[in-house]
């Protein structure tokens, strides 16, 4: 059953418009886009994923706090001091190859707990 039973099809009025919220995209109101605060101890939870990805590992950083300038920062320096590639997804952090024993030395001494 749909909440909304009239669904924005096209409009001219304010060019793209979010599925979710109904908003302007520019102008989105979704909890997706709310920006949390970086709290003064942040737990990393690592894990290693191989399924899709055609057997290579990534090494993804999961549980951090929905931030888009910290996660970018945090992302960024830690690929430049790992030497490798990643992204930023739903969240999470991916870094291509298995890295876990490194980022247990790296986190800590950032002031990041780690599981896992």
Known sequence: MRRDPVRLVYSTAV???CAT????ANDCKCSSKIEEKVPPRVTVKLRVE???RNGKAVTVLDGLPRNT????NLAKDLKKSLGTGGTLKDGAIELQGEWRERLRALLPARGF???G
């Open 15 to 17: 060019g793209s418009v």
């Open 21 to 24: 919220c109904g908003w302007p």
């Open 50 to 52: 191989t399924k899709g």
């Open 69 to 72: 300038e910290f996660l970018e």
């Open 113 to 115: 707990a780690v599981k």
